[in-house]
C-alpha cells in the first residue's frame, strides 16, 4: 500500500491572524483546504493511505477530514503532544505507517501548491535506489529557501539553509518541502525530541554517504507561507494556473448562497465564500473572502483576505491587508500594504476620503 506522510503541524505564524484559530493547512484555497488540495493529488498519484503529522490545533483535523473515506484515502492521525519539527514530526509519524523497510514513503509539507508529478518522483526514486528523492525547484531569488546543489546526475552535493551572503547562493535549486524517504531511513531519525529534516536530517545523512536525489521540476510551485503567496496561490487555483483537476478555470469562484450585487466587480481570481454578501459598486479583486464576510456598497478589496464573518464597511478601502474573522472595518477606512487587523477588532467609520488608485 502506498503511503504518504503530510506535516501540518506548524503554528503558521507568519499567516496570523488567520491561524490564530485554523491552522495553515486548513485555511481554504480557492473554497478548499490546502491538505485537501494536496489529499486529492496524492491520491491520484496512488497514494492510499495518509499519515497526518499535527501539532497545533491537531482537533481540527480530525473533525474535518476524518478517516480520509470521503477523500477515498485513509487517513492516520500521529499527534505530537509538543511540536517535534519537521524531522522530529516525520519520525513520530512513522509508527502508524504499514509500509515495510524498503518501501518509499512521501513525505508532503502541508502549505505547498505543486503540479510536480508525484509517481514520477517515486519512480526516480526507486530507480535511484536513494536513501532519500527531493524534489528541486528553481526560483529567482532563493534567499527565503533552503539551497540544494546537485551534481550532473542528480546527487545532492549540500545543503544550505537560507543563504546570507552571495558567496552561498551556489545555486537556484531550492528544496521545495515534497521527498520520498525509503521508509528504513525515517526509522534512523532519532525519536522524541525537535528536530529539523532540512537543518540536520539531510545534512547528517550526507555527511554518513548515504544517497540523496533531487529531481528538478518545473511545474507550478508556491509556498503559501506568507499572506501575499496565500492569496496569489489561491487566485492562481480559480484562474487555473495552479493545477487543480476538475477545475474550469474563471475569473472568480461565487460559493454557494453568496450574493453579489449585479454592478459589483469580482474577479482576478477572487473566492467569494458561502453566504457572503457584495453590495453595489463594490470592488473585490485577487482577494480571498472567508465564510459570511460582508463587504458593503463601493468598498474595494484588492489582494487581500478577509476572515469569515467579517465587515467590510460601504466606501472601505484594502489592499494588500489579512483581516481576522468576525473584524469590522468601518466606512472610509483606507488600509494598504500589509496591514494585518486582529479577529473581532472593530475600527469606527472614518469621515475621511480615501483616494482610489489601488
Ligand atoms: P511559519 O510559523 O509561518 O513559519 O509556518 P509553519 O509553522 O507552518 O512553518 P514552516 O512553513 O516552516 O513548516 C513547513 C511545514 O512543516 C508546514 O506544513 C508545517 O505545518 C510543518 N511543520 C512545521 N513544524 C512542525 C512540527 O513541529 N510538527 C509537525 N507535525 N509539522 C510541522
Not at 53 to 68: H, I, K, N, P, W
Not at 71 to 98: K, N, Q, S, W
Not at 255 to 279: I, N, Y
Not at 294 to 317: C, R, T, W
Request: hydrophobic residues 45%; aromatic residues 4%; proline residues 6%.
Amino acid at each position: 500500500m502506498r503511503e504518504a506522510i503530510l506535516l501540518v503541524g506548524g503554528q503558521g505564524t507568519r499567516l496570523r491572524p488567520l491561524t490564530l484559530g485554523t491552522p495553515k493547512p486548513m485555511l481554504p484555497v480557492a473554497g478548499v483546504p490546502v491538505t485537501v488540495h494536496q489529499i486529492e493529488r496524492a491520491r491520484a498519484a496512488g497514494v492510499e493511505r495518509i499519515v497526518l503529522g499535527t501539532s497545533y490545533r491537531a482537533d481540527v483535523f480530525a473533525e474535518q477530514l476524518g478517516d480520509g473515506s470521503h477523500l477515498g484515502v485513509e487517513i492516520a492521525y500521529a499527534v505530537e503532544d509538543e511540536p517535534l519539527g519537521t524531522g522530529g514530526a516525520i519520525r513520530h509519524a512513522a509508527a502508524h505507517l504499514v509500509s515495510g523497510p524498503g518501501d518509499p514513503v512521501m513525505v508532503l509539507n502541508g502549505d505547498v501548491l505543486t503540479g510536480v508529478d508525484y509517481a514520477s518522483l517515486i519512480e526516480a526514486h526507486v530507480v535511484a535506489d536513494a536513501a532519500v528523492t527531493l524534489h528541486l525547484v528553481r526560483v529567482s531569488d532563493p534567499t527565503a529557501y533552503g539551497l540544494v546543489p546537485t551534481d550532473a546526475h542528480g546527487r545532492v552535493l549540500a545543503f544550505h539553509e537560507k543563504p546570507t551572503t552571495p558567496e552561498e547562493i551556489v545555486t537556484d535549486q531550492i528544496n521545495a518541502g515534497c521527498y520520498v524517504f525509503r521508509r528504513s531511513v525515517i526509522d534512523t531519525i532519532p525519536a522524541g525530541r525537535p528536530i529539523s529534516v532540512e537543518r540536520q536530517t539531510f545534512p547528517q545523512l550526507l555527511a554518513e554517504g548515504e544517497l540523496l536525489q533531487g529531481v528538478v521540476d518545473d511545474s507550478y510551485w508556491l509556498d503559501l507561507g506568507t499572506p501575499w503567496d496565500f492569496v496569489r496561490g489561491s487566485a492562481d487555483l480559480v484562474l487555473g494556473v495552479a493545477p487543480w483537476p476538475g477545475h474550469v478555470p474563471t475569473p472568480a469562484l461565487i460559493l454557494e448562497g453568496a450574493q453579489v450585487d449585479v454592478s459589483a466587480e469580482v474577479g482576478g481570481g477572487s473566492t467569494v465564500g458561502t453566504g457572503c454578501r457584495v453590495g453595489a459598486g463594490a470592488v473585490v479583486r485577487g482577494s480571498v473572502l472567508m465564510d459570511g464576510v460582508s463587504v458593503g456598497a463601493d468598498a474595494v478589496v484588492a489582494d487581500s483576505v478577509i476572515g469569515a464573518g467579517a465587515q467590510i464597511a460601504s466606501g472601505a478601502f484594502l489592499s494588500e491587508c489579512v483581516i481576522g474573522d468576525g473584524a469590522s472595518i468601518g466606512a472610509g477606512n483606507e488600509l494598504r500594504g500589509g496591514a494585518r487587523v486582529w479577529p473581532g477588532v472593530n475600527l469606527p467609520a472614518t469621515a475621511v476620503r480615501f483616494s482610489t488608485d489601488a
